[in-house]
Protein backbone atom coordinates (compact mmCIF):
# COMPACT_ATOMS: atom_id res chain seq x y z
CA UNK A 1 0.00 0.00 0.00
CA UNK A 2 0.96 3.94 0.42
CA UNK A 3 3.17 5.04 2.42
CA UNK A 4 5.00 8.34 3.73
CA UNK A 5 8.10 8.53 5.30
CA UNK A 6 9.24 12.19 6.71
CA UNK A 7 12.11 12.70 8.45
CA UNK A 8 11.79 12.25 13.14
CA UNK A 9 11.80 15.35 14.92
CA UNK A 10 11.78 17.37 16.67
CA UNK A 11 13.84 19.69 14.51
CA UNK A 12 15.35 22.75 16.75
CA UNK A 13 17.10 26.01 14.62
CA UNK A 14 17.38 28.93 15.46
CA UNK A 15 16.09 32.08 13.70
CA UNK A 16 16.83 32.48 9.93
CA UNK A 17 18.38 29.57 9.61
CA UNK A 18 17.37 27.03 6.78
CA UNK A 19 15.22 24.44 7.15
CA UNK A 20 14.56 21.18 4.97
CA UNK A 21 11.98 18.58 6.35
CA UNK A 22 12.65 15.22 4.36
CA UNK A 23 9.87 13.48 2.86
CA UNK A 24 9.94 10.36 0.52
CA UNK A 25 6.89 8.21 -0.67
CA UNK A 26 5.55 5.04 -2.00
CA UNK A 27 2.79 4.98 -4.45
CA UNK A 28 1.88 2.64 -7.32
CA UNK A 29 0.64 5.39 -9.41
CA UNK A 30 1.28 8.88 -10.10
CA UNK A 31 -0.20 10.41 -6.43
CA UNK A 32 -0.39 14.04 -5.90
CA UNK A 33 1.61 15.23 -2.86
CA UNK A 34 1.05 17.47 -0.03
CA UNK A 35 2.43 19.32 3.25
CA UNK A 36 -0.04 20.03 5.62
CA UNK A 37 1.22 22.16 8.97
CA UNK A 38 -0.54 21.94 12.55
CA UNK A 39 -0.46 24.57 14.81
CA UNK A 40 -1.20 23.59 18.61
CA UNK A 41 -4.78 22.96 19.37
CA UNK A 42 -5.47 23.12 16.17
CA UNK A 43 -6.40 20.99 12.77
CA UNK A 44 -4.54 21.03 9.70
CA UNK A 45 -4.30 23.16 7.17
CA UNK A 46 -2.85 23.33 3.60
CA UNK A 47 0.50 25.07 3.32
CA UNK A 48 1.15 23.50 -0.42
CA UNK A 49 0.91 20.95 -2.90
CA UNK A 50 2.08 19.55 -6.62
CA UNK A 51 0.15 17.29 -8.81
CA UNK A 52 2.73 15.59 -10.65
CA UNK A 53 6.04 15.41 -11.66
CA UNK A 54 8.87 18.28 -11.37
CA UNK A 55 5.70 20.73 -10.10
CA UNK A 56 6.79 22.88 -7.46
CA UNK A 57 4.43 23.79 -4.56
CA UNK A 58 4.92 27.04 -2.76
CA UNK A 59 3.30 29.20 -0.40
CA UNK A 60 4.53 31.63 2.69
CA UNK A 61 8.34 31.25 1.82
CA UNK A 62 8.42 27.59 1.86
CA UNK A 63 8.97 25.20 -0.85
CA UNK A 64 8.91 22.04 -2.44
CA UNK A 65 9.50 20.11 -5.72
CA UNK A 66 7.80 16.99 -6.92
CA UNK A 67 10.68 14.40 -7.65
CA UNK A 68 9.03 11.37 -9.07
CA UNK A 69 12.82 9.85 -9.68
CA UNK A 70 13.46 9.63 -6.17
CA UNK A 71 9.93 9.76 -5.09
CA UNK A 72 10.52 12.86 -2.79
CA UNK A 73 8.41 16.23 -1.80
CA UNK A 74 11.18 17.83 0.68
CA UNK A 75 9.76 21.24 2.37
CA UNK A 76 12.23 23.79 2.34
CA UNK A 77 12.61 27.61 3.56
CA UNK A 78 15.43 29.90 3.22
CA UNK A 79 14.89 31.81 6.52
CA UNK A 80 12.69 30.37 9.45
CA UNK A 81 10.70 32.57 11.91
CA UNK A 82 9.90 31.68 15.26
CA UNK A 83 6.29 31.48 14.05
CA UNK A 84 7.05 28.96 12.03
CA UNK A 85 6.98 26.27 14.79
CA UNK A 86 4.60 23.86 14.57
CA UNK A 87 3.98 20.50 13.20
CA UNK A 88 4.55 19.48 9.17
CA UNK A 89 2.83 16.60 7.90
CA UNK A 90 3.87 15.13 4.36
CA UNK A 91 0.69 13.42 2.78
CA UNK A 92 -0.45 11.75 -0.78
CA UNK A 93 -3.05 11.10 -2.38
CA UNK A 94 -3.43 8.83 -5.64
CA UNK A 95 -6.64 9.46 -6.22
CA UNK A 96 -7.32 12.72 -5.62
CA UNK A 97 -8.49 12.38 -2.67
CA UNK A 98 -11.47 10.99 -2.69
CA UNK A 99 -10.35 7.87 -0.99
CA UNK A 100 -8.51 9.75 1.96
CA UNK A 101 -4.96 11.04 2.01
CA UNK A 102 -2.19 8.96 3.58
CA UNK A 103 0.05 10.82 6.26
CA UNK A 104 3.67 10.74 7.32
CA UNK A 105 3.76 10.68 11.38
CA UNK A 106 4.75 14.38 11.06
CA UNK A 107 7.71 16.44 12.06
CA UNK A 108 7.74 18.80 15.26
CA UNK A 109 9.66 21.93 14.34
CA UNK A 110 10.66 24.34 16.89
CA UNK A 111 12.19 27.87 16.24
CA UNK A 112 14.15 29.69 18.54
CA UNK A 113 14.58 33.41 18.75
CA UNK B 1 -19.02 30.71 6.46
CA UNK B 2 -18.27 27.86 9.22
CA UNK B 3 -16.15 25.22 6.92
CA UNK B 4 -16.00 22.30 8.86
CA UNK B 5 -17.85 21.72 12.44
CA UNK B 6 -16.75 19.37 14.90
CA UNK B 7 -18.67 18.66 18.00
CA UNK B 8 -17.82 17.94 20.97
CA UNK B 9 -14.44 19.60 21.55
CA UNK B 10 -13.71 17.36 24.25
CA UNK B 11 -15.26 13.78 26.07
CA UNK B 12 -14.31 11.28 27.99
CA UNK B 13 -16.21 8.13 28.04
CA UNK B 14 -16.09 4.87 29.99
CA UNK B 15 -15.30 1.47 28.40
CA UNK B 16 -18.14 -0.11 26.74
CA UNK B 17 -19.90 3.63 26.32
CA UNK B 18 -21.61 4.34 22.78
CA UNK B 19 -21.45 8.34 21.56
CA UNK B 20 -21.96 9.87 18.19
CA UNK B 21 -18.87 12.54 17.22
CA UNK B 22 -20.95 15.18 14.70
CA UNK B 23 -19.62 16.78 11.51
CA UNK B 24 -20.88 19.02 9.54
CA UNK B 25 -19.51 21.20 6.55
CA UNK B 26 -21.15 24.06 4.80
CA UNK B 27 -19.22 24.17 1.70
CA UNK B 28 -21.44 21.58 -0.41
CA UNK B 29 -18.32 19.52 -0.12
CA UNK B 30 -18.26 16.10 -2.18
CA UNK B 31 -15.64 14.20 -0.02
CA UNK B 32 -15.76 13.85 3.84
CA UNK B 33 -13.40 11.79 5.70
CA UNK B 34 -12.54 10.74 9.57
CA UNK B 35 -8.53 10.41 10.98
CA UNK B 36 -7.59 9.81 14.32
CA UNK B 37 -4.48 11.04 15.25
CA UNK B 38 -2.31 9.58 17.79
CA UNK B 39 1.20 10.54 19.26
CA UNK B 40 3.99 9.76 16.91
CA UNK B 41 1.68 7.62 14.55
CA UNK B 42 0.17 10.67 12.12
CA UNK B 43 -2.54 10.86 11.26
CA UNK B 44 -4.96 7.55 9.99
CA UNK B 45 -8.09 7.24 7.69
CA UNK B 46 -11.01 5.67 9.37
CA UNK B 47 -13.11 6.12 6.94
CA UNK B 48 -13.96 8.21 4.25
CA UNK B 49 -17.12 9.17 2.05
CA UNK B 50 -17.38 10.14 -1.83
CA UNK B 51 -20.74 11.79 -1.59
CA UNK B 52 -24.24 11.20 -0.13
CA UNK B 53 -24.99 7.49 0.67
CA UNK B 54 -21.64 6.11 0.12
CA UNK B 55 -18.79 5.51 2.27
CA UNK B 56 -16.23 2.62 2.63
CA UNK B 57 -13.03 2.01 5.37
CA UNK B 58 -9.95 3.66 5.27
CA UNK B 59 -7.03 2.01 7.48
CA UNK B 60 -8.35 1.63 10.85
CA UNK B 61 -12.11 1.25 10.78
CA UNK B 62 -12.94 -1.38 13.85
CA UNK B 63 -14.56 0.04 16.35
CA UNK B 64 -16.59 3.26 14.09
CA UNK B 65 -19.37 3.23 11.92
CA UNK B 66 -20.50 5.62 9.50
CA UNK B 67 -23.00 7.54 7.76
CA UNK B 68 -23.34 9.84 4.91
CA UNK B 69 -27.40 10.21 4.56
CA UNK B 70 -27.26 14.03 3.36
CA UNK B 71 -23.89 16.15 2.14
CA UNK B 72 -23.72 18.02 5.13
CA UNK B 73 -22.92 15.67 7.58
CA UNK B 74 -21.10 12.68 8.28
CA UNK B 75 -21.23 11.52 11.59
CA UNK B 76 -18.75 8.80 13.53
CA UNK B 77 -19.96 6.18 15.82
CA UNK B 78 -18.44 4.32 18.21
CA UNK B 79 -20.59 1.57 19.55
CA UNK B 80 -18.55 0.24 22.06
CA UNK B 81 -15.54 2.48 23.55
CA UNK B 82 -12.51 0.74 24.16
CA UNK B 83 -9.32 2.62 26.04
CA UNK B 84 -7.19 1.95 22.72
CA UNK B 85 -9.84 4.49 21.12
CA UNK B 86 -8.34 7.04 23.32
CA UNK B 87 -7.60 9.72 20.91
CA UNK B 88 -7.92 13.06 18.65
CA UNK B 89 -10.41 12.61 15.96
CA UNK B 90 -10.22 14.89 12.86
CA UNK B 91 -13.01 15.53 10.35
CA UNK B 92 -12.42 17.00 7.17
CA UNK B 93 -14.05 17.99 3.83
CA UNK B 94 -13.01 18.05 0.45
CA UNK B 95 -14.28 20.31 -2.72
CA UNK B 96 -13.17 18.09 -5.77
CA UNK B 97 -10.11 16.35 -7.12
CA UNK B 98 -6.65 17.17 -5.67
CA UNK B 99 -8.20 20.24 -3.88
CA UNK B 100 -7.30 20.91 -0.15
CA UNK B 101 -8.64 19.29 3.27
CA UNK B 102 -10.40 21.24 4.98
CA UNK B 103 -10.59 20.10 8.53
CA UNK B 104 -11.99 20.97 11.82
CA UNK B 105 -10.74 21.30 15.04
CA UNK B 106 -10.80 18.00 16.09
CA UNK B 107 -12.17 16.13 19.23
CA UNK B 108 -9.84 15.16 21.92
CA UNK B 109 -11.27 11.73 23.64
CA UNK B 110 -10.83 9.79 26.26
CA UNK B 111 -12.02 6.28 26.98
CA UNK B 112 -11.39 5.24 30.64
Known amino acids: GDSVTQMEGPVTLSEEAFLTINCTYT??????LFWYVQYPGEGLQLLLK?????DKGSNKGFEATYRKETTSFHLEKGSVQVSDSAVYFC????????????FGKGTHLIIQP | NAGVTQTPKFQVLKTGQSMTLQCAQD?????MSWYRQDPGMGLRLIHY???????DQGEVPNGYNVSRSTTEDFPLRLLSAAPSQTSVYFCASQGGWSEKLFFGSGTQLSVL
Open chain 2, 49 to 55: SVGAGIT
Open chain 1, 27 to 32: ATGYPS
Open chain 1, 91 to 102: ALSERGGADGLT
Open chain 2, 27 to 31: MNHEY
Open chain 1, 50 to 54: ATKAD
